[in-house]
Each structure stands twice: as structure tokens, then as C-alpha cells.
């Protein structure tokens, strides 16, 4: 994929410029080639002075291939990178505190090609300060892969979609204060999640459509049908 960002007006729909991703040193063999950060999601802050990505690099040694975590944070008014954080693990998904000051991401430690014992496979939630981006805490959910994560409408609590190794797909709700796992609830082919802007229902994007939850209890309050492979939310 593509290591560049693009900035685009969208009032003329062209682009303005590009960003270009930085380029990773492994740990592993530093001498004999580098990493190219492919951006993966984009977030901006909720109060405009960040707009942070989400990227993958490449490490490759003798015996191991996988994928690593990287997040920048982008200055929207001068288009350059801040800062940017290596993280252990497996691309991640992300999401913002309302008041801007903790990024919240999400993480497998399932990503090399190599089998690995189910036992082992797990996700991690980790909560990040925004202005060192440094782990301020973490916490295992079971889980084989997170595919969304978002911030209540109260900042009280995560939500986060994730797949086990069957195939299924659930919703677990995270306390961002004791860091338990307060709620949970099997959706099929769940895959990304959303708050309507009151806060009254939870939206959950499946394989063939949008599904309605109440977020006190994960019940299902409506479903509607568009189609086959739907994305997007």
C-alpha cells in the first residue's frame, strides 16, 4: 500500500498535498533495509489539534515475519508529524477521549505468520496520554481480533468489536476507570461500531446492514437489511 497520506480540499475535490509516512529502522537486522509506515486509519482529535494515524510496519528476521503498530499525530495547520509512537504488537484501532487527552487503542498479538497456541492469541486494550503518547495503562480482553473501538457518549466507557478464532464476532464494554470488562454480547459478523449523537442508540455495522443496540444492556432494538458485504459506518 501506498506510504503517503493525502490531504484533500474538499470543496474543489483535488489534492493539496501529501504526507509522507516515516520510515521504521527494525530492531531486528537495522543494516540491511528499512520499513515504510502504510497508514491504516485516520482520527482526528475532538479538538482539532491532532488528527492522529494509524499505520503497520514490516519486521522481518530469520525465523519471524509480522506486522507492528504505529500511531503519529499529524499538526492539521502545518501538515507535519509530531510525533510518532512504535507500539508492540499488531495494528491496532483507535479511538479519542472526548476532552482530547487519552487515546484509547486496541491490539492482537496475533500477526505473525507462524502458528502460534490459541491459548496465547489475545487482544490488549491500552489507554495512551495524548501529549506523550506514553501507556498509562493496559488491560487483556479474550479475543482473537479488534475490528472498531469507541468512546461513550459519558467518556465512562469503551466499546469494542472484536472476532474470535471460531469466526464469531461480539461487543464487549470496557470501565475506563477499573479497566474490567463490564458487558458483553454476541453479534454476527459484527464489524464496526458507532453512537448515535444523543447517545441513546449504539450502531453496529454488520455484513448485511446496521444493527441497533441499547447501550445500557447490548440488546438488539432494530435491524435493518441493505445488502450483501456492506462496509463503511
Known amino acids: 500500500g501506498s506510504a503517503d497520506l493525502s ?9 493539496l498535498t501529501t504526507i509522507a509516512m516515516p520510515r521504521i529502522v527494525p530492531s531486528m ?5 528499512t520499513s515504510s509506515v502504510v497508514p491504516q486509519t485516520i482520527l ?15 519486521s522481518e528476521g ?10 503519529a499525530a499529524i499538526d492539521p495547520t502545518s501538515l507535519s508529524i509530531g510525533s510518532t509512537t512504535l507500539l508492540e504488537g499488531c495494528p491496532a484501532v483507535l479511538a479519542v477521549a472526548h476532552d482530547s487527552r487519552t487515546l484509547y487503542l486496541a491490539q492482537s498479538n496475533y500477526c505473525s505468520r507462524f502458528a502460534v497456541d ?20 493496559s488491560t487483556p480482553v479474550t479475543g482473537f481480533q479488534p475490528s472498531s473501538l469507541t468512546v461513550s457518549p459519558d467518556g465512562t466507557q469503551l466499546y469494542l468489536v472484536e472476532s474470535n478464532l471460531d469466526g464469531g464476532t461480539s461487543i464487549v464494554v470496557l470501565d475506563v476507570q477499573t479497566l474490567n470488562v463490564v458487558a458483553s454480547a454476541v453479534l454476527d459478523t459484527a464489524a464496526d461500531v458507532a453512537f448515535a449523537p444523543d447517545g441513546a442508540q449504539l450502531y453496529v455495522r454488520t455484513a448485511t446492514g446496521l444493527t441497533a443496540l441499547d447501550p445500557a444492556t447490548l440488546a438488539v432494538n432494530s435491524t435493518l437489511f441493505i445488502g450483501n458485504d456492506v462496509s463503511g459506518l
Not at 29 to 33: H, K, L
Open 7 to 15: 490531504v484533500i480540499d474538499t470543496a474543489r475535490n483535488t489534492v
Open 29 to 33: 537486522y537495522p543494516w540491511e533495509w
Open 44 to 58: 482526528p482529535a475532538p479538538d482539532g489539534a491532532v488528527v492522529y494515524v494509524t499505520g503497520t510496519y514490516a
Open 62 to 71: 530469520a525465523n519471524d515475519y509480522r506486522s507492528h503498530s504505529v500511531v
Open 118 to 137: 490459541a491459548a496465547d492469541i489475545r487482544i490488549t486494550v491500552s489507554a495512551l496520554a495524548a501529549d506523550t503518547q506514553t501507556v498509562t495503562w
